[in-house]
């Protein structure tokens, strides 16, 4: 983000930040779409969506390798509501871009053609008000309108690349907040909720906070690009998950700074999702997912997909560090809702 030219940050300025412009791409290029959108609604797609730096870029990585899915990627932005007309008009000066690590320091690396989280965008732009707050971010419940323009989207990107796959592969965490929107509008979507150990994801959370606070600081780009992509998991804009009153006065006890706030927020996030998440929702233990082939052999056998060659990506696990120690009632309601979610995620692959 920061290498960004000054002619490129403008254009995502005028693509991204202007609702009016985004939603008139939007508009355009359903014009463009020759498919029918009822047509992939009964489809085999793949949504994950968990806590930030729950393994959710690897896992969906992972599964774009596999070659059977269409995401939209790097290439796609800043136009990434007109994912046909921005390839007709970019095609001709389509850049090679030498793969690098991504901002979050954790030796993924990634180039134009890499997938990632860009659909929030189509949810700002025609749901915000019922879900981005000036301090959180709060569960919805988008209209019927709104869903099936969605799926009108999703059909869009699946149709801006003749030939490729006609499954829909999305990893978005803010998802979470609509995890019953998705399932309606595609039931038959394998929805994979990721978590990690609650004390190795919550010092994950404060690193990236940290990290990003600095970046944001130093280039105020960094911030609108995020806000843009409504990704407020961490640093200067960062807006928490609001599920209740209640949670929100728990969290407001600690800051951002400190261990507890992140723990906080993963034992409000994940017991929210074991109580809300649809039925047939998945979830998958990283740890496992790490420790064991066969958890993911079982989830590419629910989704019905094979491997292609050698993985380019590998699941790994990152050693807990010494020193960040939680209070002790905090780390048993965590511990127990860990518990419960390992039980939940192996009696599902079984």
């Known amino acids: 983000m920061a290498t960004y030219r000054l002619i490129d940050r403008a254009l995502h300025r005028l693509a991204l930040q202007a609702a009016p412009i985004a939603e008139m791409s939007f508009d355009i290029d359903q014009q463009l779409v020759g498919s029918d959108p009822k047509d992939i609604v009964e489809a085999p797609h793949v949504f994950v969506a968990g806590l930030a730096r729950a393994g959710t870029t690897i896992l969906m990585r992972r599964f774009y390798g596999t070659g059977a899915y269409r995401s939209l990627t790097y290439r796609d932005m800043p136009f990434v509501l007109a994912p046909n007309l921005w390839g007709r008009i970019a095609q001709s000066s389509r850049r090679t871009v030498a793969a690098s690590e991504r901002a979050h320091g954790d030796r993924i690396l990634v180039d134009a053609d890499s997938p990632e989280s860009l659909d929030e965008v189509f949810w700002r732009v025609f749901a915000g008000a019922g879900y981005i707050g000036k301090t959180h971010l709060t569960p919805h419940e988008p209209d019927p309108e709104t869903t099936w323009n969605y799926v009108r989207y999703v059909n869009a990107v699946l149709n801006a690349q003749e030939g490729q796959a006609r499954r829909y592969l999305c990893k978005n965490n803010n998802n979470i907040l609509r995890l019953?929107?998705?399932?309606?509008?595609?039931?038959?979507?394998?929805?994979?909720?990721?978590?990690?150990?609650?004390?190795?994801?919550?010092?994950?959370?404060?690193r990236q906070h940290r990290n990003f606070s600095d970046a944001q600081a130093e280039d105020p780009f960094v911030r609108s690009y995020m806000r843009w992509l409504v990704h407020h998991e961490f640093g200067l804009d960062h807006r928490p998950f609001q599920f209740d009153a209640d949670g929100a006065a728990r969290l407001a006890r600690h800051v951002p700074d400190e261990i507890d706030y992140w723990l906080e927020m993963w034992c409000q996030t994940y017991g929210w999702l074991e109580r809300t998440a649809p039925d047939d929702a998945i979830f998958v233990s990283y740890e496992d997912l790490c420790r064991s082939e066969a958890v993911w052999r079982r989830l590419r056998e629910m989704a019905g997909v094979e491997e292609t060659g050698n993985p380019c990506e590998t699941f790994s696990l990152r050693d807990t560090e010494a020193g960040s120690v939680a209070k002790a009632a905090l780390l048993d309601r965590a511990t127990a809702i860990h518990a419960r979610l390992e039980e939940r995620a192996r009696a599902a692959l079984q």
């Open 180 to 206: 019953g929107a998705i399932r309606a509008a595609f039931p038959r979507a394998l929805i994979l909720i990721p978590f990690r150990h609650p004390v190795a994801h919550a010092q994950s959370l404060l």
